[in-house]
């Protein structure tokens, strides 16, 4: 199975910070990359998909890039409502796997 | 507006069987793959398969074979999930999520609100 391998597994930012969040695969899977961002008692939601493009309602704020294996989510001005876990999914082979999350916290 | 609103949440027994739901409304139920998502307390999520309504064709992640069985009823608009066996590593919140199916936005655009499902004798 295709590891994804996110860091940091968790941090702090003020508001206002740019924030980079970061998702390592262990074998090619081309941009098959999304996001989602997870808060407690509610379903994840879609932010990024194909590695860089923005979902559906998602604030420009949010991008993401992807630099070989290694892809990338950016918050670049933190606002209070981003803190949450974000997972990266790849969904280039099965079984779709998961990260095991960024959990981001205001400092 | 797209829905996906699944059933409350479960209480079994180790052993037994349950089986939860996920009614779709605001699009065409037969025409997007619908996949089921596995959270566990404290943990990440684990995609456990999806099927495509419209002809009942069904894909799952080999961990779960023998685990999760994924259905879809055309007639009412709603996919289940039924889950055998259970024990303890079963407990968890449990996900649908329609996947956009216009390459390449293949991401899951829509989820339920998640159930719960305790195994507890």
């Known amino acids: 199975d295709i590891q994804l391998t996110q860091s940091p597994s968790s941090m702090s930012a003020s508001l206002g910070d740019r924030v980079s969040l970061t998702c390592q695969s262990s074998q090619g899977i081309g941009n098959y990359l999304s996001w989602y961002q997870h808060k407690p008692g509610k379903p994840p939601k879609p932010m990024i998909y194909?590695?860089?493009n923005l979902a559906d309602g998602v604030p420009s704020r949010f991008s993401g890039s992807r630099s070989g294996s290694d892809y990338s989510l950016t918050i670049s001005s933190l606002e209070s409502e981003d803190t949450a876990i974000y997972y990266c999914?790849?969904?280039?082979?099965?079984?779709?796997?998961f990260g095991a999350g960024t959990k981001l916290e205001l400092k | 507006q797209v829905q996906l609103q699944q059933s409350g949440a479960e209480l079994v027994k180790p052993g037994s069987s349950v089986k939860i739901s996920c009614k779709a409304s605001?699009?065409?139920?037969?025409?997007?793959?619908m996949h089921w998502i596995k959270q566990q307390p404290g943990n990440g999520l684990e995609w456990i398969g999806w099927i495509y309504p419209g002809n009942g064709n069904t894909k799952y992640n080999q961990k779960f074979n023998g685990k999760a069985t994924l259905t879809a009823d055309k007639s009412s608009s709603t996919a289940y999930m039924q889950l055998s066996s259970l024990t303890s590593e079963d407990s968890a919140v449990y996900f649908c999520?329609?996947?956009?199916?216009?390459?390449?936005?293949?991401?899951?655009?829509?989820w339920g609100q998640g159930v719960m499902v305790t195994v507890s004798s």
């Open positions: 999914l790849q969904y280039d082979e099965y079984p779709y796997t």
């Open positions: 605001g699009y065409t139920f037969t025409s997007y793959d």
């Open positions: 194909y590695a860089t």
């Open positions: 999520a329609r996947e956009a199916t216009v390459a390449p936005q293949y991401y899951f655009d829509y």
